[in-house]
């Protein structure tokens, strides 16, 4: 019954690939997100979709593309890999309120672009 | 950008001990958050604080915040060896779904 799950946990591949991580949230909530975990721990806001619309598109490149095909689901598709990709994503979830967001967070998948 | 410093970097405490860690941040804002990470695993919510709010206490937590400052603090007491985890502050930076983490704190307990 996990709230926020992600797959895959592990994704290792070659540079110049493309791959995708998948997100799904049972919490109803209307906000979810991407992070990405650098190896020095900084977690970095990537996208941000409420009700399947994007609402956050930090400085990302282009070839990370994310999808929303309904409000519990965020999908992130990655073309052409490179080294520099290799580090840890976390989807996350919040609901709409007043008085601030808590974030729910996925186990993460750890991407290891070779 | 990063919008919360955190320090120290990393702090290592004897098991029974009081844990203070620290948060500064650049912008107003109307609430900050701390979470904590686990080795490997996704971040969790520990407490919310609001701008109006001065002080606010969950189990063995308590937070601070001092927005004339723009700082927060997290001190976790009689800390055990299952505090052992990165802990981050968290602030809305520009709009409320943009939600911005600090550098971290690593909390090793020794037993």
């Known amino acids: 019954d996990t709230a926020v799950s992600q797959t895959p946990k592990y994704l290792v591949t070659q540079m110049g690939n493309d791959k995708s991580i998948k997100c799904e949230q049972n919490?109803?909530?209307?906000?979810m997100y991407w992070y990405k975990q650098d190896s020095k721990k900084f977690l970095k806001i990537m996208f941000s979709?409420?009700?399947?619309?994007?609402?956050i598109n930090e400085t990302v490149p282009n070839r990370f593309s994310p999808k929303s095909p309904d409000k519990a689901h965020l999908n992130l598709h990655i073309n052409s890999l490179e080294l520099g990709d290799s580090a840890v994503y976390f989807c996350?979830?919040?609901?709409?309120?007043?008085?601030?967001?808590?974030?729910?967070f996925g186990s993460g998948t750890q991407l290891s672009v070779l | 950008s990063q919008q919360g410093e955190e320090d120290p970097q990393a702090l290592s405490i004897q098991e029974g001990e009081n844990a203070t860690m620290n948060c500064s941040y650049k912008?107003?804002?109307?609430?900050l958050q701390w979470y904590r990470q686990n080795s490997g695993r996704g971040l969790v919510h520990l407490i919310l604080?609001?701008?109006?709010?001065r002080e606010k206490h969950s189990g063995r937590l308590r937070v601070t915040l001092d927005t004339s400052k723009k700082s927060s603090s997290l001190l976790i007491t009689a800390s055990r060896a299952a505090d052992t985890a990165s802990y981050f502050c968290?602030?809305?930076?520009?709009?409320?779904?943009?939600?911005?983490f600090g550098s971290g704190t690593r909390l090793s307990i020794r037993p």
């Open positions: 996350a979830s919040s609901q709409d309120q007043a008085g601030g967001r808590k974030l729910f």
């Open positions: 919490l109803g909530h209307d906000t």
């Open positions: 979709y409420n009700n399947k619309e994007l609402i």
């Open positions: 912008t107003s804002i109307n609430n």
């Open positions: 604080i609001r701008s109006n709010e």
């Open positions: 968290a602030t809305p930076y520009s709009s409320a779904s943009k939600i911005i």
